[in-house]
């Protein structure tokens, strides 16, 4: 084995296709890292080292993944294994089934080491609302991780998986990879399946791969994208190779700036790596615009109308009555709020409650309804805006990684989401790239957005900037 | 104010959630602001938007699929007896 | 005193899967056997819409003479309920599949074209069975083989105004699903339910206060239901006392109705679109194609043998009953044009053979060909009518043609006058009594006579020559 550890997931496959490494070598330095790093990190809810030594002999160098390991949220079915979601309602839940991408990443010779944790069924933004513990960002033991796919993304830059896999409703594979330094790619809405994963906003959901390069993320698509005839959201199109659809350069292309984020309050390390990053762009052949997307700051009130109001429906499986937590009450509706109460922490109640209200009688029209038509409103000027454009470039997140607890108010908690909800409003495909580090050595993240099946076009543009900004390529 | 003591609980009992007494104060205060919050949008004119919502693609064939066995689907359910899953008596309750 | 009644007709499509998963839909297995992650609102399943459902619910909204939506949005409707697993059910809302449309009845009050509001495709919840509740501590089974079922909801104007009238609406609709193959109507096992809605008002030109009275699961329950409601509320009006709009529930051993606990919370099911299920969108040529493919209704036909074929309402509607038997009566009068004899002994000889057999038409060997040729012999005198029910069985069981059937059992029928006279002698020389009797004016003992030439002939003398016969040789 050569004594330098392949970085990425395209190094590692390159090595292992050469023979220079093999998988199970690959897993037992992968399980080193973890018993000695993961007690600080705390990324995994639960480990299958055993079983993923097993599955990486079996592996097949050939395959696309060559039983490289990747880390799977804690919210994605995976037969035999816990699945959680960060709660105590599913704290001893065994699926018995696997979700598809799951299936199509083992089909494709992933080695999945663990579950990540997350906010509890992915509502939040620290992974602080896990029902079992925070997870703590590698850059910096003091500071979150962003959530709600802190897990996967603490996993990815803490060197214990090669890729992960995590679900953005509002951000949540975007955010915690600007935090801790990695790729984060929410894809279109309906590329990749969401059959097995433990829906939060039915409409905003997607599974997205976790990455240290965009080529990475690009390979793992390769995976990931596939009609599913079990989601009947997901869209048929024809494959497309993302990694082979890289492009060297930017020419002809058109970033454009959304002036109305202009205003927002953001780190002053951040606005300088939007400016450098602009500039790499240009010197990469692209040509900026100015767009205007007049809806865009309503984004986040009408997020948290939709997202609350469909958790509210799809939490209320949690009944205590199939599987998971069950405390007896008097009656059934004693049994069901005692069941309830006791396993949902106070953000999910809190969401649940607020989705209720929304969409009760008298409320409806006034919350619901008209979240949905601002929803379509801020669909039909983003849509607009990229014709003028053939990418948006914004900043991930306002700041950098904040320390643990820092965060306490709920609604400035809701604000930091403010640059990635639109894409998932939208459906449309977001990545957020690394590009620096702030003065405290933290990591900074900056986001494209394109249209809708622009996916492959993303990848590529978000690739030559972060090679650029000296990422690997 | 938008949302009081009562709606509260209302709403928490169609969602089936208790409020304890401790969570009372502070969630109502949260809910308060959040619902404040989003409720900008009832100054958004909405009243040229066309929902543009997606079409299914295809349907599923009417042909069997894969299965649990109960077993594998209610293995872990709190209980269950002669293969039936056991709640407490609804009758009377909420009916559908 | 008024009485206005609306009906709510669950119907379940005749699918082989669930309305969205691969679950079957066989009906009495063991409990929990037909269930899969999204039958069981596992965590991360979702819905896939069965195409056979849409097509099946096309069909009847089509026939209903429903507008049928080329877009139809599918919503949740939010509850709690044990058998309920996703705590929604699938349904549809906003945007049904189907509006208006109607449904002609006849009752003893005459004709009435009953009119509809709506029809909806949704999936059932599973099935509870509740301990007896004796204790306090009783308890719910459930069972989620039926969770998951394709239903089509129907819902009338209230447009009834009798018992008669709603028991008359859902036969006919029972006859429609069964003709069209959208289901077995079967109301035992459960796959057609009704909520029925009824008001009785003092005033004719005002509504009542509408209660609901759910969950009714034969023809029988609805009718004595609403009787029962329509006098209870009619008390109620005469007593002062107020009727409280509520939901009943129907008590088939008392035949009397009693108000459901109220809800713990009150009826607020915040439906919202489904975001698992983009809109439903019916290509328009499909439609068409299911309109060109919808056969003649039945009460269409019913008038037609009325009008064109001169049969009696009774006989006209017990062959429609069934298409099956309807198709089959058509085709043999194309070869046996004798309506009222076909339409008579289809009711009497063949419905008695199927019967003992617990067969339908189509389950039997006998064909519209070997039925009407068994007939044309019996018309032609090659076989008595008494002949030709040892005939029948052998063209119900084995196919055979009833030439073959009748020579085979030995039955053709003799119709040679010199050989009956030969046995009319006999039967005079042997039976001196009652000749002398029938001289003297007994023309009753006439058949006795013709019994026995009968009996001599083995069956086989046309009896009606036998009786001429007889009566020259005695003149």
């Known amino acids: 084995m050569s004594s330098e550890l392949p970085r990425t997931l395209e190094q590692y496959r390159h090595a292992v296709r050469a023979h220079e490494l093999s998988a199970e070598e690959y897993l037992d330095e992968t399980r080193q890292l973890i018993e000695r790093g993961d007690p600080q990190v705390k990324a995994f809810l639960h480990l299958r080292l055993d079983a993923a030594r097993s599955d990486a002999q079996a592996a097949d160098p050939s395959s696309p993944l060559a039983g490289a390991p990747i880390a799977v949220k804690d919210n994605i079915m995976m037969a035999g294994e816990r699945c959680t979601c960060g709660s105590r309602i599913l704290e001893h839940y065994v699926a018995p089934y696997s979700a598809t991408v799951v299936q199509s990443l083992l089909a494709a010779g992933a080695v999945v080491p663990g579950k990540t944790n997350l906010d509890e069924f992915a509502m939040g933004s620290s992974t602080e609302n896990s029902a079992f513990f925070p997870t703590h960002n590698p850059a910096d033991l003091s500071r979150v991780p962003g959530g709600s796919s802190g897990g996967s993304t603490a996993a990815v830059a803490a060197g214990f998986a090669l890729g992960a896999i995590g679900s953005d409703t509002g951000g949540s594979v975007r955010q915690p990879a600007a935090f801790c330094g990695v790729v984060g790619f929410k894809p279109t809405y309906g590329l990749v399946s969401r059959y097995g994963l433990v829906a939060f906003g039915s409409s905003l959901d997607c599974i997205g791969p976790i990455a240290r390069s965009v080529r990475d993320a690009a390979l793992m698509m390769n995976v990931m994208a596939a009609h599913d005839p079990k989601d009947a959201t997901s869209v048929r199109r024809s494959p497309v190779d993302f990694e082979a659809a890289l492009q060297p350069t930017l020419a002809g292309k058109r970033v454009g700036i959304i002036r109305e984020l202009q205003g927002l309050d953001v780190q002053p390390e951040i606005a300088a790596a939007m400016e450098t990053t602009r500039k790499a762009a240009v010197k990469s052949g692209a040509s900026l615009v100015d767009v205007s997307l007049p809806h865009i700051l309503s984004a986040l009130p009408v997020y948290y109308i939709i997202a609350p109001a469909e958790c509210s429906a799809n939490l209320g499986r949690f009944d205590g009555v199939r599987y998971g937590l069950h405390e007896d009450g008097r009656d059934m509706t004693e049994t069901y709020s005692k069941t309830r109460n006791a396993g949902f922490g106070t953000e999910v109640k809190r969401r649940i409650l607020i989705g209720a209200f929304v969409l009760s009688a008298g409320y409806y029209d006034a919350y619901y309804k008209k979240a949905s038509s601002v929803r379509q409103l801020i669909t039909d000027e983003l849509d607009a805006a990229l014709q003028s454009a053939d990418v948006l470039l914004t900043p991930t997140t306002p700041t950098t990684a904040f320390r643990l607890g820092a965060v306490t108010d709920p609604l400035e908690m809701y604000k930091a989401d403010v640059f990635t909800i639109p894409a998932n409003l939208a459906g449309v495909p977001a990545i957020s790239f690394p590009a620096g580090k702030d003065a405290a050595g933290l990591p900074i993240g900056l986001q494209l957005m394109g249209p809708r099946w622009s996916d492959a076009d993303i990848l590529s543009c978000a690739n030559v900037l972060f090679t650029a900004l000296g990422g690997e390529s | 104010m938008i949302i009081d003591k009562e709606t509260l609980e209302h709403v928490a009992s169609l969602a089936r959630l208790e409020i304890t007494p401790d969570e009372d104060g502070s969630l109502l205060g949260d809910l308060e602001r959040i619902l404040g919050y989003v409720a900008q949008l009832g100054s958004v004119d909405t009243s040229a938007i066309v929902s543009k919502r997606p079409a299914m693609t295809e349907l599923r064939p009417d042909e069997p699929g894969e299965g649990l066995t109960r077993e594998a689907g209610l293995g872990g359910a709190p209980a269950m007896r002669d293969g039936f899953i056991v709640v407490r008596n609804v009758m009377g309750g909420e009916d559908e | ?475």
């Not at chain 3, 501590?137 to 998951?148: A, I, K, P, Q, S």
């Not at chain 3, 096992?189 to 005002?206: I, Q, T």
């Not at chain 3, 009953?321 to 004798?338: G, P």
Request: hydrophobic share 35%; charged share 25%; proline share 5%.
């Open chain 3, 1 to 475: 005193m008024t009485t206005t009644i609306g009906l709510e007709i669950h119907v379940q499509l005749a699918t082989q899967t669930k309305m969205f998963c691969g679950c079957s839909t066989a009906f009495g297995d063991e409990p929990n056997t037909h269930v899969c992650p999204v039958c069981l609102g596992l965590p991360g399943a979702l819905p896939t819409l069965n195409a056979q459902a849409v097509r099946l619910a096309v069909r009847i909204a089509t026939a209903l003479g429903c507008t049928v939506h080329e877009v139809s949005e599918f919503s949740r409707k939010n509850y709690f309920y044990p058998d309920l697993p996703k705590s929604y059910q699938i349904t549809q809302f906003d945007h049904p599949i189907a509006t208006g449309g109607s449904l002609p009845i006849v009752t003893e009050q005459g004709a009435r074209s009953v009119r509809l509001t709506r029809a909806h495709i949704e999936e059932d919840a599973g099935k509870s069975m509740h301990a007896a509740d004796i204790t306090l501590g009783g308890e719910t089974l459930v069972d989620f083989n039926r969770c998951g079922m394709p239903l089509v909801e129907i819902v009338t104007e209230p447009d009834m105004q009798s018992s008669d009238e709603a028991y008359e609406f859902l036969r006919n609709l029972r006859r429609l699903v069964r003709w069209l193959g959208v289901s077995s109507g079967d109301m035992e096992k459960g796959v057609m339910r009704c909520d029925v809605n009824v008001s009785v008002s003092p005033d004719p030109a005002k509504l009542g206060t509408k209660v609901e009275i759910k969950n009714l699961n034969s023809f029988r329950s609805v009718k004595r239901a609403v009787d029962y409601e329509e006098q209870r509320q009619a008390q109620c009006i005469a007593d002062g006392t107020p009727i409280m709009m509520e939901s009943r529930h129907f008590d088939e051993v008392q035949g009397t109705t009693t108000a459901m606990r109220s809800k713990e919370a009150s009826n607020d099911y915040r439906y919202f679109p489904e975001p698992d299920l983009p809109l439903l969108q019916l290509d328009p040529t499909e439609l068409e194609s299911v309109r060109a493919q919808i056969p003649e209704l039945p009460w269409e036909m019913q008038s037609r043998f009325e009008r064109d074929l001169g049969l009696s309402p009774y006989d006209a509607a017990l062959l429609t009953e069934e298409r099956s038997t309807a198709e089959f009566f058509q085709q043999t009068i194309a070869l046996y044009d004798n309506p009222k004899k076909l339409a008579s002994y289809m009711e009497t000889e063949v419905a008695k053979l199927l019967n003992e057999r617990d067969k339908t038409l189509t389950e039997t060997q006998l064909t519209p060909a070997t039925l009407a040729g068994l007939l044309t012999m019996v018309e032609s005198n090659v076989i008595s009518n008494t002949a030709s029910k040892d005939v029948l069985p052998l063209l119900v069981d084995t196919g055979t043609t009833p030439t073959e059937a009748v020579r085979s059992l030995g039955l053709e029928q003799v119709s040679d006058t010199s050989a009956i006279e030969g046995f009319a002698r006999e039967v005079i020389a042997e039976n001196v009594t009652q000749v002398e009797q029938f001289k003297s004016g007994k023309e009753a003992v006439l058949g006795f006579l013709v019994g026995q030439l009968m009996k001599k002939s083995k069956g086989k003398a046309n009896p009606k020559f036998a009786g001429e016969i007889l009566r020259i040789l005695l003149k």
